[in-house]
């Protein structure tokens, strides 16, 4: 769908994310384009699990995840995050609504490996008709990555993941991520154009690592969905234009390379 924008703000950033980032998206919307936010949060997470004395540890980026740690995601992304992001989009002049996964079954799952990861899921299905009934609405719709599966049993979802699922379902003209770097740094160079077989290589030798990785693969998967270019930029140098153009450093400009904008 032309038009749409998904903006993934990470949990890095985005407690820095300005009044001046909001009112770019609400700006963007009221240019006649369709920005979505689907937001992560790691960190706020880590906090609360570490405050309830809760272990968790990262296994390639996503988050090993006991009944007890789905439970502290879930009260912190959906009771907390989500919340703020929407008062924020608020407080800049624009109307948001918030949702988890779960809500309208927007995001429905399947296990990435129950085994090793227990309750962390991979999005199957998107409900694009509740993000567009939004969209007529002029509603912002916000998203806590917080999935759900065919049973109604809820899964911790990888923020960059769902970003991914809900921007290739959509068919969106732009997936953008808001981290807490400039783009993808090899050797403390921020790298301009990246081939799939790169990631792969970067991947396997470890320049990229940890959080990075739901983010390339998630842009890879999007490039079956039609997706033009997805960005990777810094939250703390952020401004998105009224036509959608952000400000960055990466764009994956087709199937196979990124490249510098
Ligand atoms: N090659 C790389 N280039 C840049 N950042 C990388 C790379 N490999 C791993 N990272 C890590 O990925 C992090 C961003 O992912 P993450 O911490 O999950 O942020 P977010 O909350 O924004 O999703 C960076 O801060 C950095 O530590
Ligand atoms: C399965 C998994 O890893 N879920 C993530 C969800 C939040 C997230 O993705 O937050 P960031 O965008 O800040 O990384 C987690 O529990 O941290």
């Known amino acids: 769908m032309k038009d749409v924008i998904v903006i993934k703000c990470g949990g890095s950033t985005i407690a820095e994310l300005s009044p001046e980032f909001f009112k ?26 570490e405050k ?21 995601a879930e009260m912190v992304l959906c009771g907390k995050v989500n919340k703020q992001v929407v008062t924020s989009i608020q407080q800049a002049g624009g109307q948001a609504v918030g949702l988890s996964g779960c809500d309208g079954r927007l995001l429905e799952v399947t296990p990435v490996n129950e085994k090793v990861l227990g309750y962390v899921g991979e999005p199957t299905k998107v409900n694009t008709s509740l993000l567009t009934t939004l969209f007529d609405l002029s509603m912002i719709p916000v998203i806590a990555p917080i999935g759900l599966n065919e049973d109604g049993v809820h899964y911790n979802v990888n923020a960059d993941s769902a970003a991914g699922a809900i921007a290739k379902a959509l068919g969106a003209e732009q997936l953008v991520f808001v981290t807490d770097v400039d783009g993808i740094l090899k050797d403390g160079q921020c790298l301009d ?5 790169d990631i792969e290589e970067y991947i396997a030798d470890g320049t990229i690592y940890g959080g990075m990785i739901p983010k390339v693969k ?5 490039f079956t969905g039609g997706i033009q270019s997805v960005m990777i930029m810094n939250g703390k140098s952020t401004t998105v234009g009224e036509d959608g153009s952000v400000q960055g450093t990466i764009i994956v400009k087709s199937k196979i390379e990124l490249s510098i904008s």
């Open 24 to 49: 770019s998206v609400v700006n963007m919307q009221k240019s006649g384009k369709h920005p979505i936010i689907v937001h992560g949060g790691g960190p706020a997470i880590n906090h609360l699990l």
């Open 193 to 197: 154009r990246v081939t799939s077989n």
């Open 52 to 72: 309830l004395d809760i272990h968790s540890e990262f296994v390639d980026g996503l988050r090993k995840t006991t009944e007890d740690v789905l439970n502290t």
């Open 218 to 222: 998630a842009a890879l998967s999007t």
